[in-house]
T-cell receptor, first 110, second 114 residues
Framework: QKEVEQNSGPLSVPEGAIASLNCTYSDRGSQSFFWYRQYSGKSPELIMFIYSNGDKEDGRFTAQLNKASQYVSLLIRDSQPSDSATYLCAVKGAGNMLTFGGGTRLMVKP | SAVISQKPSRDICQRGTSLTIQCQVDSQVTMMFWYRQQPGQSLTLIATANQGSEATYESGFVIDKFPISRPNLTFSTLTVSNMSPEDSSIYLC???????????FGEGSRLTVL
């Protein structure tokens, strides 16, 4: 069974710090990796995607992928209270379906 | 990204009744996906709705409980039948992006079954 694992948290960081969110996946054939942010009571919104090993940066967000270790992470620099949300990792396998992790709840404290 | 509208946004339902959720997309899409998010949980795919054919259901979900319609390329409905409190969830309609394979979600329909 294809699995995507995340620490449920909550991960608490002070405002201005770097938040590091981690995700591991079991399907070695996975090709695409996505990070979604979900505010309480809202639907998930896509914030990053990554296909290739290494880092991908977009503003304050950096996605990191290591296919050999089956590991993908999301770094949020200069964390703001508005970043407080649940972050969902999603992995797309050969079957073109997304499998979601359980999500990590991030709390950024002023 | 597509604009996806769902209704109702929320509803309180009685045990044993059925409710139909509508999903409208602002562009034509081949596949539409229905997800469930139970309280405090992540997203679970219920089924994939293809225009002109039967929906494809994931393990643990059956057509009698979650009938789906897909009359055209911009619209789909999901019915939650004979509801019980365990069906209290957020139900999300989604479509795939054109180029990168990501999913875009509607606002969700929050159902509470008493």
């Amino acid at each position: 069974q294809k699995e995507v694992e995340q620490n449920s948290g909550p991960l608490s960081v002070p405002e201005g710090a770097i938040a590091s969110l981690n995700c591991t996946y079991s399907d070695r054939g996975s090709q695409s990796f996505f990070w979604y942010r979900q505010y309480s009571g809202k639907s998930p919104e896509l914030i990053m995607f990554i296909y290739s090993n290494g880092d991908k940066e977009d503003g304050r967000f950096t996605a990191q992928l290591n296919k050999a270790s089956q590991y993908v992470s999301l770094l949020i620099r200069d964390s703001q209270p508005s970043d407080s949300a649940t972050y969902l990792c999603a992995v797309k396998g050969a079957g073109n379906m997304l499998t979601f992790g359980g999500g990590t709840r991030l709390m950024v404290k002023p | 990204s597509a604009v996806i509208s769902q209704k109702p946004s929320r509803d309180i339902c009685q045990r044993g009744t059925s409710l139909t959720i509508q999903c409208q997309v602002d562009s034509q899409v081949t596949m539409m996906f229905w997800y469930r998010q139970q309280p405090g949980q992540s997203l679970t795919l219920i089924a994939t709705a293809n225009q002109g054919s039967e929906a494809t259901y994931e393990s643990g979900f059956v057509i009698d409980k979650f009938p789906i319609s897909r009359p055209n390329l911009t619209f789909s409905t999901l019915t939650v039948s004979n509801m019980s409190p365990e069906d209290s969830s957020i139900y999300l309609c989604s479509v795939a992006g054109r180029n990168t394979g990501e999913l875009f979600f509607g606002e969700g329909s929050r159902l509470t079954v008493l």
